[in-house]
């Protein structure tokens, strides 16, 4: 059963069934450089470090569960810390800034997790879904919360890490599986927040318009005025709604899907200057900024060629 952990200075947490080796290994295998390592997957990153770190600042693009597998984590969000012992997961509910360290790593035996964001239209195309259902929601806004080990979920990403061997696989069952670990997620107990403010479904499916047509023309000057124009509503209305539904602002969500299309023509190997100004953005100075402040690392990593 999941449980909500209220966000006070040094949360002490109870002891929590481990996730499994096997999702350990998949890591220790994948994640062969200190700090984070992205993996051609949307969304999907481990990390490993061999020692403590001090505080990085960071940024949540939106929803994202993340597993400790080794280890200990502390997240400081407005203040306020929670702690991320091995075997609990930790669920970011909307974007936002946060400051992380490692607590608790060695050379011997170090500090192992994973962290998958899920797509914004995925996320409201399923609060959507469970509104209609008849789904609780809540009032609450907490920015975060820890799950017990929830094996479904554990399951479900030990198959995602071994799909990253096989592009085909990955590319036509990923999505599948992602779609699986959301649905896991949002029915659980303590995701009551993240099923606040839907509202009306019919408002929901023109976010939804909204988001695709912004994905579809990420690389032009889009302003909120013409978007809200294409769905039908006023502009006020629409910024309101799209952000109770995408968890994200209209601008924000566009600079996400920019950032997202940069990524995967770094990953082809185009040049940073080239990709800056092809997915929008004003200067490379600006999208290199942009670009770590996401993803925590520099777009000129040459791992990112991997």
């Given at each position: 059963m999941a449980t909500a952990i209220s966000m006070l200075p040094n949360v002490q947490t109870g002891a929590a069934c481990p996730i499994g080796d096997a999702v350990?290994?998949?890591?220790?295998?994948l994640a062969r450089d200190e700090g984070p390592n992205p993996l051609p997957f949307p969304g999907l990153c481990v990390c490993r470090f061999t020692t403590p770190t001090l505080y990085d600042k960071a940024e949540a693009a939106g929803t994202t569960v993340g597993a400790v597998l080794q280890?200990?984590?502390?997240?400081?969000?407005?203040?306020?810390?929670?702690?991320?012992?091995?075997?609990?997961?930790?669920v970011v509910?909307?974007?936002?800034?946060?400051?992380?360290?490692?607590?608790?790593?060695?050379?011997?035996?170090p500090y192992l997790s994973l962290s998958l964001s899920f797509p914004p239209e995925r996320v409201a195309q399923a609060l959507i879904?469970?509104?209609?259902?008849?789904?609780?929601?809540?009032?609450?806004?907490?920015?975060a919360f820890l799950l017990d080990c929830d094996?479904?979920?554990?399951?479900?990403?030990?198959?995602?890490l071994r799909l990253v061997a096989d592009p085909v696989e990955a590319k036509l069952l990923g999505p599948l599986i992602v779609d699986e670990?959301?649905?896991?997620?949002?029915?659980?107990?303590?995701?009551?927040?993240?099923?606040?403010?839907?509202?009306?479904?019919?408002?929901?499916?023109?976010?939804?318009?909204?988001?695709q047509y912004i994905r579809e023309n990420y690389a032009t000057k889009l302003r909120v005025e013409e978007v809200a124009r294409r769905v039908a509503m006023s502009p006020s209305h629409f910024a309101h709604r799209f952000q109770a539904?995408?968890?994200?602002s209209p601008m924000r969500f566009l600079r996400q899907v920019r950032l997202d299309f940069a990524r995967q023509r770094l990953l082809s190997g185009a040049r940073v200057s080239e990709?800056?100004?092809?997915?929008?953005?004003?200067?490379p100075a600006h999208f290199t900024r942009e670009f770590k402040r996401k993803f925590g690392f520099s777009p000129s990593l040459s791992r990112l060629s991997v």
């Open positions: 350990r290994d998949l890591i220790i295998d280890g200990t984590k502390q997240l400081r969000l407005g203040g306020r810390v929670l702690s991320v012992p091995a075997g609990r997961m930790v509910t909307r974007p936002c800034a946060y400051v992380s360290s490692i607590v608790e790593a060695t050379r011997q035996r879904t469970l509104a209609q259902a008849g789904g609780t929601t809540s009032t609450e806004t907490t920015p094996l479904g979920i554990a399951s479900a990403l030990e198959r995602l670990i959301l649905l896991r997620l949002l029915r659980t107990d303590a995701a009551a927040t993240l099923r606040a403010g839907v509202g009306s479904p019919a408002d929901g499916q023109r976010i939804l318009q909204a988001m539904v995408a968890g994200t990709v800056a100004i092809d997915v929008g953005f004003e200067s």
